[in-house]
């Protein structure tokens, strides 16, 4: 399954200035930096303050996704913003695409929990390979500091929040998006979840509305480790085959990022050494639907992917849904 027709020519990303580490950590809950990083390789999170919004965050990474594609805003046509943690249930794509300038474009919300990204790579690219628009920003973007429970050592220890962007253009001369594939199951929702809580809100004679608000980030972390190790090396060899490319033919694997030893396990079984996985969780922990986005804008600015390298992604988490896809970077 060739798909000609997309380059992805601009990465940015941002995160929170204020940084918890392990150890400080350590003093809110009963835990440690040995398991912390033992565990998960996560060694510091950087905390979005009250006073900064998902939008904020997301604008600061496009805004450089921007310029690095070396585009007007009034040039881009279509506006995805992948999170979980918009500062309006109503969407916050449409904030980012009147911030950034980018007039003409159209923008929604996408929410896949940690394979929002991948999931919005893929569909962003239908919308240009189509030929509708030549011209998308994808952000991925998350605050799940908002959403765990401070108090709860099993999952507030594994998150942090930050955005990342790319740039795609449409472009006949480039293949881009080699292959995909993507996938959801719903029978395994309960491993993790952020539910609305309802709460009855009598109105009048007999009649009531819910007026309930949402809980805590919860997870069976267990659960999702197995589900991990076992679908994201299966939906890679899927996509590499649709592309027609075996393991030797990629330079790089690009997981979400959400524990050091799920990267090791998945690099293992896809026989990748493992200094061709990127990566970024001891600096930022588990950014959610940022992670992928976010990795791969520090490894191009720092020279280690370079233009025409082929990578190899994959996105998994709540839904439950995983997924991946086979791309190059830049022209
Ligand atoms: O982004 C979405 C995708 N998410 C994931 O892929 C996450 C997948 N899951 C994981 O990465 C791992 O399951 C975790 C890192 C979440 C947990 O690691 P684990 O090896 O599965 O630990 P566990 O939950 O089995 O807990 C082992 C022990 C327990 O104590 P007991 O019952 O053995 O006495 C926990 O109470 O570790 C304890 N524990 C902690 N101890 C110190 C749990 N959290 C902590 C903590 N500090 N923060």
């Known amino acids: 399954m060739a798909t000609p027709g997309i380059a992805i020519v601009g990465c940015g990303s941002a995160a929170p200035t204020t940084v918890l580490d392990n150890d400080t950590l350590g003093k809110l809950v009963e835990?440690?930096?040995d398991w912390i990083s033992t565990r998960t390789g996560i060694r510091r999170r950087h905390v979005a303050s009250p006073d900064i919004s998902l939008v904020d965050l997301?604008?600061?990474?496009?805004?450089?996704?921007?310029?690095?594609?070396?585009?007007?805003?009034?040039?881009?046509?279509?506006?995805?913003?992948?999170?979980?943690?918009a500062d309006d249930l109503f969407g916050s794509a449409a904030s980012i695409q009147h911030a950034v300038g980018a007039k003409q474009a159209v923008a929604?919300?996408?929410?896949?929990?940690?394979?929002?990204?991948?999931?919005?790579l893929v569909t962003v690219s239908q919308f240009l390979q189509t030929g509708v628009y030549k011209n998308a920003l994808l952000v991925g973007a998350d605050l799940l500091s908002r959403w765990v429970d401070w108090d709860d050592r099993r999952?507030?220890?594994?998150?942090?929040?930050?955005?990342?962007?790319?740039?795609?253009q449409a472009n006949p001369d480039s293949p881009g998006l080699l292959g995909f594939d993507l996938h959801s199951d719903g029978s395994q929702n309960g491993c993790l979840t952020l539910r609305y809580e309802?709460?009855?809100?009598?109105?009048?004679?007999?009649?009531?509305?819910?007026?309930?608000?949402?809980?805590?980030?919860?997870?069976?972390?267990?659960?999702?480790?197995?589900?991990?190790?076992?679908?994201?090396?299966?939906?890679?060899?899927?996509?590499?085959?649709?592309?027609?490319?075996t393991i030797e033919d990629i330079?790089?694997?690009?997981?979400?990022?959400?524990?050091?030893?799920?990267?090791?396990?998945?690099?293992?079984?896809?026989?990748?050494?493992?200094?061709?996985a990127l990566g970024n969780l001891s600096e930022y922990g588990n950014t959610s639907a940022a992670s992928i986005p976010l990795a791969l804008d520090e490894a191009v600015r720092s020279g280690r992917v370079k233009p025409g390298d082929t990578i190899a992604a994959s996105g998994f988490g709540a839904g439950l849904s995983?997924?991946?896809?086979?791309?190059?970077?830049?022209?």
């Not at 990474?61 to 921007?66: E, G, T, V």
């Not at 929604?108 to 919005?120: P, R």
């Not at 997870?219 to 060899?237: C, L, N, Q, S, W």
Request: charged share 25%; glycine share 8%; proline share 3%.
């Open 108 to 120: 929604f919300d996408l929410t896949a929990a940690c394979s929002g990204f991948l999931f919005g």
């Open 31 to 33: 835990t440690s930096d």
């Open 322 to 331: 995983w997924g991946s896809a086979i791309f190059r970077w830049g022209l």
């Open 251 to 276: 330079d790089w694997l690009l997981l979400h990022q959400a524990n050091q030893r799920i990267v090791e396990a998945v690099a293992k079984r896809l026989k990748i050494p493992i200094d061709r």
């Open 155 to 168: 999952t507030c220890v594994l998150f942090g929040d930050g955005a990342g962007a790319i740039v795609i």
């Open 198 to 245: 309802s709460a009855e809100r009598p109105l009048i004679d007999g009649m009531s509305a819910n007026r309930g608000r949402y809980g805590f980030l919860d997870m069976v972390g267990k659960d999702v480790y197995k589900f991990a190790v076992t679908r994201v090396p299966e939906t890679i060899e899927k996509s590499l085959f649709r592309a027609d490319l």
């Open 58 to 85: 997301a604008v600061q990474a496009s805004a450089r996704a921007i310029t690095m594609a070396d585009i007007d805003p009034d040039q881009i046509d279509l506006v995805v913003l992948a999170t979980s943690t």
